[in-house]
């Protein structure tokens, strides 16, 4: 089990439950998670798949970290279906109603497998639980909590809105609840008093690690704070996890959790506080506005949590940088969710400044810091005018941050080695196609020597036709050319033969015409001859 907090571990381990159940066996997924912090959790629970984050913010941070990308969800510029699933999580309530429609379409239009969203959904109910869950906070803190503040500026999201746009698109869609909206409102509740003191945060961890391996299971319910929708157009949904809550087992743990919460609030109602004889540590936020830092011009928040929410609000006017000290001791701190507003109200852009430190280690928003004096820059590309700044400090055990420290590298070993076999099979493929290349060349070179041969014979066999031809050609020629003689012989003897016969006949002729002829042929009347 991942120990995250609980409702980030609602948001993880539901979407990872929904894609493992419609993997093949071995296939990995290309993901976009859309509007991701920096916390990267996803990856966490899906360690084998490529993702990637994209969010309309970065810190400087992040910009050259190839895993993010800066861009709008409602306009993003990937080509069709290119990532395999695109994931949003407690995102789609926090786009302004106009957008939301826009926002559904991209990541369908992105995806070329399927989509998943999860949201709260506007009820009544909902609407009265972040409402009193929020009154926790200011009563605590003196301001709203800043997501639920959007809730109630943005209104959240129709889920029959939603249907009716899915089925309007002719997207297949399944829509699950998961989360009671009464225990939610429980473990926020719990979460917002012990963010005030740093020891009952080690209890309020021990309830989140409870929920998580022991309710998460049990908590798919129809008056829920969250909905999970997932969106297709090219894959049936049949094989999603199937949802069948065992009522004796979540009667038995909704049970142990009263229990829990009981502890918590005896542990609140203890006072409990630091040793008033060691030192209190707190958050330095130095403002430099064109003279340096000064001790005169900053802003101290005494540290109650080791996992604590910072909001400052400063005085009109222009500042070059900001210094963050996290603690006046070595340690290793989370410094996340950086959000500057200017004086005007708009966000100021991560664009707009870069950050550096006297940290020795950092790995993405984790930093190390070996010697006491901790602190980190925000240096502006040009003075601004800032109203408020406000982060998320969460200052790790030694314990913590080894845990921390061997999950990143990890993680980039994971990759590496992804990335190496990636690169075997690669080499693997195009040494099979040379093999498949060499075959077929030497195949082609047999058969061309084949050819070669076949046409030698052929062409032998030609000329020795031809010659045989030349030499009755010739046998003809000199034949027609003894028969031109002797026709021509015969002709000039005809031609003799014929004066002979003519002078014959001419002879002849002249004895049949002759006097002695004639007194011959009386005779022979007069004598019967």
């Known amino acids: 089990m991942i120990d995250i907090l609980f409702d980030q571990y609602q948001r993880y381990n539901n979407v990872t439950n929904i894609i493992n159940s419609l993997r093949s066996s071995g296939q990995t997924f290309n993901i976009l998670e859309v509007g991701a912090n920096e916390h990267q959790n996803l990856e966490k629970f899906l360690p084998l798949d490529q993702i990637t984050y994209l969010d309309i913010q970065l810190p400087d941070s992040l910009k050259d970290n190839p895993k993010y990308i800066l861009g709008d969800a409602t306009a993003m510029g990937f080509s069709d279906g290119y990532y395999d699933i695109v994931v949003a999580l407690d995102v789609f309530e926090h786009i302004a109603e106009e957008n939301r429609e826009k926002f559904i379409s991209e990541i369908h239009r992105v995806s070329s497998e399927f989509f998943v969203i ?23 803190f003196n301001k ?43 473990m926020m509740t719990i979460h917002f008093i012990a963010a005030q003191n740093s020891r009952l945060g080690i ?28 969106g297709t157009t090219k894959r049936d949904l049949i094989s999603l996890p199937s949802i069948e809550t065992n009522e004796q087992l979540r009667k038995q743990h909704s049970f142990m959790l009263e229990i829990l919460e009981e502890r918590f609030y005896v542990l609140a109602n203890l006072n409990i506080s630091e040793d008033d004889n060691a030192p209190k540590d707190f958050v330095q936020i130095f403002m430099d506005e064109g003279n340096g830092y000064s001790e005169l011009n900053s802003i101290k928040v ?9 909001n400052i609000e400063f005085e009109p006017g222009m500042i070059k940088a900001l210094r963050i000290d996290p603690s006046n001791y070595t340690g290793t701190f989370e410094i996340n969710n950086i959000r500057l507003t200017a004086t005007h109200g708009d966000l100021i852009s991560m664009e707009e400044f870069s950050m550096n430190g006297n940290w020795n280690l950092r790995f993405e928003d984790t930093f190390v810091f070996f010697n006491d004096d901790p602190f980190v820059i925000l240096n ?32 980039q070993l994971a990759k590496a080695k992804l990335k190496d076999e990636a690169n075997m099979k690669e080499i693997h493929a195009v040494r099979e196609l040379l093999k498949e290349a060499k075959e077929k060349e030497e195949n082609i070179e047999g058969e061309m020597q084949l050819i070669s041969e076949q046409s030698s014979k052929r062409i032998d066999i ?45 002879e002849l002729n002249a004895i049949y015409s002759s006097k002695g002829w004639i007194y011959l042929t009386k005779l022979k009347k007069i004598f019967g001859k």
């Open 144 to 186: 709203d909590f800043i997501w639920l503040e959007e809730h109630m500026v943005n209104g959240l999201p129709d889920l029959k809105k939603l249907s009716a746009y899915l089925d309007s698109r002719g997207i297949n869609y399944t829509i699950m609840s998961h989360g009671s909206l009464e225990i939610w409102e429980k």
């Open 302 to 310: 005494e540290l109650q949590n080791n996992r604590q929410h910072i």
């Open 462 to 506: 030609l000329e020795s036709e031809n010659k045989d031809l030349m030499s009755t050609i010739n046998n003809y020629e000199r034949s027609n050319i003894l028969y031109q003689e002797k026709t021509e012989e015969l002709h000039q003897k005809l031609i003799k033969i014929q004066q002979s016969n003519e002078n014959y006949n001419n």
């Open 118 to 140: 999860t949201a709260p959904f506007h009820s009544s109910e909902v609407v009265e639980a972040e409402r009193r869950v929020n009154a926790v906070y200011k009563s605590i």
């Open 380 to 411: 502006f590309a040009s003075q601004l005018s800032v109203k408020s700044l406000s982060f998320d400090l969460i200052s790790l055990s030694k314990e913590e941050a080894l845990i921390s420290a061997i999950g990143h590298f990890d993680k």
């Open 203 to 230: 209890y309020r961890n021990e309830i989140d690690r409870f929920y998580n391996q022991y309710m998460f299971d049990n908590d798919f319910v129809d008056n829920s704070y969250r909905k999970i929708c997932i």
